[in-house]
Every structure is written in structure tokens, then in C-alpha cells.
């Protein structure tokens, strides 16, 4: 079946450095992606979206980025801080389908201090 | 505002109790989602409302109920609860169509034992 995956179930990074977190997707008709963050004992935030018609798009700090051929979805995060430590994972959905979301597994960001 | 609250944050079963998950939300959405998070797992959908008096099954709704009587309220009901049903459960609400605005709760620790 369809799925969405992380590569790596951690990372840990240096405070300042910039992080970036990867996820695989298999769904070819997904064409809506959100990256969620969750810190412990909360439940999941928004930090952004991307649509399939774009291959880039900025927030304050983050970046995400598209890459439709290889099914890949980047989250970048700069000058990592260490309110960035949790854990981050990705979401896709076919919104011409059902418009619901797949989750990932997450991966856990752990910024040294 | 509250967002969405859930109640309890944790709750340990016996094989076979029964319970419900309480979730309301005062930000007067129509959709509101169940997802069930196992360890090392994404996010599983278990039932969705788009409205108050309509749900739907999700990828996962064996062993589970819901209603949705108002606006506000959907709590999720184990009637004959499963070890396999030890999980971290989260309810989201958002407005109509928008996936992008999804806010979850902070989640309730569900043990069966």
C-alpha cells in the first residue's frame, strides 16, 4: 500500500547549526504535504505546507522543499534552537481523492547545546 | 480560547472495561478527527466528522464508536478494550476543508492491561 516514511528515526544537531529532516513519499497522486512538529506530551503543530505545483516554499525559519520525480520532501530549519528539540513528521494527502492524511513515522530532532 | 481539549491526559483499563475519550473544541469547527499515535508509528485515522450528526470511519475503526450530538463534542468510546488498543490518542478539529488547519488536542495515554 501507500505509505510515507522517514529516513532516519534521529538526528542531533549543534545549537545554530541548520537541521534538515528528510521523508520519502509513494503516493504519485499526492499533491497537498504538511510538516508537523510535537513536542513531549503535546499534540502535533502545523509548521508548513507545500502544494505540488510549488517546489519551494519559506517560513520564518523553516523551508520545505519538493522534489516530485524522486517522491521526496525536505523540512530545513535554520540557526536550530533548542525550543526545535522534538519530534517532526510529515503528512500527505491526494486532495482530488479523500482529503485525508497520511502520516509518517516522525523523527526526533535533539539539538546540543 | 481553549482549542481542543481532551480528557483524561492518561487512564490505565483492565481487559474488557470500556470508556470514553472526551474531546471538545470551542473554536466552533465542523471536522473533527480521532487518530490513534502507536510508538514508531504515524498518526493511524480511527473515525472523522464533518458535522454534528455525521461520522465516518476511518483507516482504523475496529473497536471503536463515536457520536457527534453537537458542534462541540466527540468523544470516542471503547466498549470491550484490547491490549491492542494501548495507544496515545488525539482528537484534531478544523475548519471545513482545510487539512492545513488541523489543531490537535494534547492527546490521552490510554494502558490496557
Known amino acids: 500500500g501507500e505509505s510515507v516514511g522517514l529516513h532516519l528515526p534521529t538526528l542531533s544537531v549543534q545549537e545554530g547549526d541548520n537541521s534538515i529532516i528528510n521523508c520519502a513519499y509513494s503516493?504519485?497522486?499526492?499533491?497537498?504535504f504538511i510538516w508537523y512538529k510535537q513536542e513531549s506530551g503535546k499534540g502535533p503543530q502545523f509548521i508548513i505546507d507545500?502544494?505540488?505545483?510549488?517546489d519551494k516554499r519559506q517560513g520564518q525559519r523553516v523551508t520545505v522543499l519538493l522534489n516530485k520525480t524522486v517522491k521526496h520532501l525536505s523540512l530545513q530549519i535554520a540557526a536550530t534552537q533548542p525550543g526545535d528539540s522534538a519530534v517532526y513528521f510529515c503528512?500527505?494527502?491526494?486532495?482530488?481523492?479523500?482529503?485525508?492524511?497520511?502520516f509518517g513515522k516522525g523523527i526526533t530532532l535533539s539539538v546540543r547545546p | 480560547n481553549a482549542g481542543v481539549t481532551q480528557t483524561p491526559k492518561f487512564r490505565i483499563l483492565k481487559i474488557g472495561q470500556s470508556m470514553t475519550l472526551q474531546c471538545t473544541q470551542d473554536m466552533n469547527h465542523n471536522y473533527m478527527y480521532w487518530y490513534r499515535q502507536d510508538p514508531g508509528m504515524g498518526l493511524k485515522l480511527i473515525y472523522y466528522?464533518?458535522?454534528?450528526?455525521?461520522?465516518d470511519k476511518g483507516e482504523v475503526p475496529n473497536g471503536y464508536n463515536v457520536s457527534r450530538s453537537t458542534t462541540e463534542d466527540f468523544p470516542l468510546r471503547l466498549e470491550l478494550a484490547a491490549p491492542s488498543q494501548t495507544s496515545v490518542y488525539f482528537c484534531?478539529?478544523?475548519?471545513?476543508?482545510?487539512?492545513?488547519?488541523?489543531?490537535f488536542g494534547d492527546g490521552t495515554r490510554l494502558s490496557i492491561l
Open positions: 507545500i502544494r505540488s505545483n510549488m
Open positions: 484534531a478539529s478544523s475548519s471545513t476543508g482545510d487539512m492545513m488547519s488541523q489543531h
Open positions: 503516493n504519485s497522486a499526492s499533491d497537498y
Open positions: 466528522s464533518v458535522g454534528a450528526g455525521i461520522t
Open positions: 503528512a500527505e494527502a491526494d486532495t482530488g481523492a479523500n482529503s485525508k492524511l497520511t
